[in-house]
C-alpha cells in the first residue's frame, strides 16, 4: 500500500521536485532542522509550509509506511477535518505553527521576538512546532535577532522545523544559509506570485479548497 501524499495535487503539478524533497524526507523521518525557500512562488511557500505542517500535526488520517498525510489534503469528501488540520489551515495553531515576523510599523524583526520564540521551542509540546520565518532576507532578519536563534536554528530540539522564506539566498545571511538546506520554488508558468495579506487568510482559502 502506498503512502498517502502529504500535499495537495495542485501543489504537486507546480512545485514537483520541492514536494518529492519534503515527502521523501519525511518519508525517512529524516526531516532537516531548517530549509531556506527561495524563488519567487510565495504562494506556494505558504501552501507547502501549511501543508506540511498539518500532515506533521494531523490527529484525522492514518499513518501509512510511516508517513502521515492530513485531513487537509486526503479528507474525504463531507468529513470534518481534525481540530489540528483546522487550526494549521487557519495559520492559527497556538504550537504548532509559530511566525516570526516584524511588525506591521517596523522595518526589522525585533531581536526581544527571536528571543520569546528561543524560549517557547525549549518547552516541551505534544505538537511537532513549524516556525516559519517569512521575511528572511537580513534588512529584515538582520543579525541581532538572527545570532539570538542561531543555535535553535542548527539545533532546535525535538520535533522542531524552521521554514524560512526569501527571493534568493544571497539576500540571507550567510550565518543562516549555513544552517539551512535551500530549496527553489518557482513561479508556474512564469506567472509572478504575490504575498498574501496573511498567512491566515491563504490557509482560509486552501482549508475551504481541499476539504
Not at 506540511?52 to 474525504?76: K, R, Y
Not at 504550537?95 to 524583526?109: F, G, N, T, V, Y
Not at 520564540?117 to 532576507?137: D, F, G, M, P
Request: glycine share 4%.
Amino acid at each position: 500500500m502506498g503512502s498517502l501524499p502529504l500535499f495537495a495535487a495542485s501543489l504537486q503539478e507546480r512545485q514537483p521536485l520541492p514536494v518529492q524533497l519534503f515527502e521523501a524526507a519525511a518519508q525517512r523521518r529524516a526531516l532537516a532542522n531548517a530549509y531556506l525557500l527561495t524563488g519567487s512562488a510565495l504562494n506556494d511557500k505558504w501552501e507547502l509550509a501549511l501543508q506540511l505542517a498539518a500532515a506533521l500535526n494531523c490527529t484525522g488520517q492514518a499513518q501509512v509506511d510511516s508517513c502521515q498525510s492530513s485531513c487537509l489534503v486526503a479528507a474525504p469528501a463531507g468529513q470534518e477535518c481534525c481540530l489540528n488540520c483546522r487550526w494549521i489551515g487557519k495559520a492559527a495553531h497556538p504550537q504548532a505553527w509559530l511566525c516570526l515576523k516584524r511588525e506591521p510599523d517596523k522595518s526589522k524583526i525585533a531581536v526581544e521576538k527571536a528571543r520569546l520564540l528561543c524560549e517557547e521551542i525549549l518547552k516541551s509540546s505534544a505538537y511537532y512546532r513549524v516556525i516559519v520565518i517569512n521575511e528572511a532576507e537580513r534588512t529584515v532578519f538582520h543579525e541581532a535577532p538572527a545570532n539570538a536563534l542561531l543555535k535553535s536554528i542548527e539545533e532546535p530540539g525535538p520535533r522542531c522545523l524552521f521554514l524560512l522564506f526569501s527571493a534568493n539566498s544571497e539576500q540571507v545571511l550567510p550565518t543562516i544559509v549555513s544552517r539551512c538546506q535551500v530549496i527553489e520554488l518557482h513561479a508556474p508558468y512564469g506567472r509572478g506570485f504575490v504575498q498574501p495579506d496573511s498567512a491566515a487568510a491563504l490557509g482560509a482559502e486552501a482549508l475551504t479548497a481541499l476539504a
